[in-house]
């Protein structure tokens, strides 16, 4: 499990800052801009199959971390009384899951590999609006605002995949449509561009923002609006 961890970054779901990856060894480091930095030291010594956690200078439910154990294939992390605090699942690039008590969503990235993606993507110079040949503007790579209900629109501008989780491996449940118009109830920034949740009329999904088609045009797959 120490290597499962090792060098991973987390981002809890944050839609306006960016995540700064520089973990070491058996700790999970967080940067996000504006709200400082985040630390999770882990130990691989422990009883009853419980691990101690040792956060510091976090924030939120991050703060309230004091362990994790494995349960179902999941990475479970638990309070200081040892109730379960959030589950996630994953593979060596990417794991994401969830707060159990709020729901709000939890990602953490390998390290080395998430600077390596976000450089890549800030490199890019041009991603074209869905099938067009016109070049975003930068307000259209922001997360929508979320009205009074909590919810935002969002418009498809290409055939769209809905996956179960924030990473390009998790299962596909749907596909949206060119000019699909979906709710988004939450929207977090990882290293590979904007990852919104959106309504499904059988539960939720996840769709990312930044795609490349063709394997060569950097593309939006997504507008804000209707």
Do not use: H
Request: net charge positive.
């Amino acid at each position: 499990m120490r290597e499962t961890l090792d060098g991973y970054a987390a981002n809890v779901g944050v839609t306006n800052g960016e995540l700064i990856q520089n973990g070491t060894g058996n700790t999970i480091e967080l940067n996000v801009n504006g709200e400082g930095q985040c630390i999770l030291s882990f130990s691989a010594t422990g009883q009853d199959a419980l691990y101690p956690i040792k956060p510091q200078n976090c924030i939120n439910q991050l703060a309230s971390i004091r362990g994790w154990t494995l349960k179902n294939n999941q990475l479970i992390f638990v309070d200081d009384k040892k109730l379960p605090l959030a589950a996630v699942g994953g593979n060596q690039q990417r794991i994401s899951g969830r707060f159990l008590q709020s729901g709000m969503p939890l990602i953490l990235e390998k390290a080395a590999l998430a600077q390596q993606v976000t450089a890549s993507r800030k490199a890019i110079r041009c991603s074209y609006l869905g099938y067009g040949q016109t070049c975003a503007k930068p307000r259209q790579f922001a997360p929508p605002a979320m009205g009074t209900d909590g919810t935002a629109d969002i418009k498809a501008l290409v055939n769209l995949n809905v996956r179960s989780e924030p990473r390009n491996n998790a299962t596909v449940k749907a596909v949206l449509k060119p000019e699909s118009c979906v709710k988004a109830t939450f929207c977090s920034l990882a290293s590979d561009g904007l990852w919104c949740r959106i309504k499904l009329n059988d539960g939720i999904g996840w769709i990312k923002k930044q795609a490349v088609r063709q394997k060569q045009w950097p593309i939006l797959t997504f507008v804000n609006g209707c």
